[in-house]
């Protein structure tokens, strides 16, 4: 099983980028399909993106597409969101996660998905 640890959240203005990273421990990362979902005060954790195993999929909610990009780096053990174009409406914090099978790339996740702590994005106006 692997263990996530996401970086790179923070302070930026409406119109600015962030790239987050989630690195993972253990060997068995190229197994996992990788996702971000986000969490707002209040509100329920909805799906960002997500990304094959392989890396040639990836999947994007209708709220961040031609704004966000994922990636994910195997032999770095290390997945990837780009965040461009920034709104206040993305503030919340940005939770990576893992799970095998169909789940993340249809825009959910399972019982056994795998969580990081989350890193927290605030965009100002």
């Known amino acids: 099983q692997v263990q996530l640890v996401e970086s790179g959240g923070g302070l930026v203005q409406a119109g600015g980028s962030l790239r987050l990273s989630c690195a993972a421990s253990?060997?068995?990362?190229?197994?996992?399909?990788m996702g971000w979902f986000r969490q707002a005060p209040g509100k329920e954790r909805d799906f960002v993106a997500a990304?094959?195993?392989?890396?040639?999929?990836?999947y994007y909610a209708d709220s961040v597409k031609g704004r966000f990009t994922i990636s994910r780096d195997n032999p770095k053990n290390t997945v990837y969101l780009q965040m461009n174009s920034l709104k206040p409406e993305d503030t919340a914090i940005y939770y990576c996660?893992?799970?095998?099978?169909?789940?993340?790339?249809?825009?959910?996740?399972?019982?056994?998905?795998?969580w990081g702590q989350g890193t927290l994005v605030t965009v100002s106006s």
């Open positions: 996660a893992a799970e095998r099978g169909p789940n993340l790339m249809a825009g959910r996740y399972g019982n056994l998905a795998v």
């Open positions: 253990g060997r068995t990362f190229s197994n996992y399909a």
């Open positions: 990304v094959s195993w392989s890396g040639g999929n990836k």
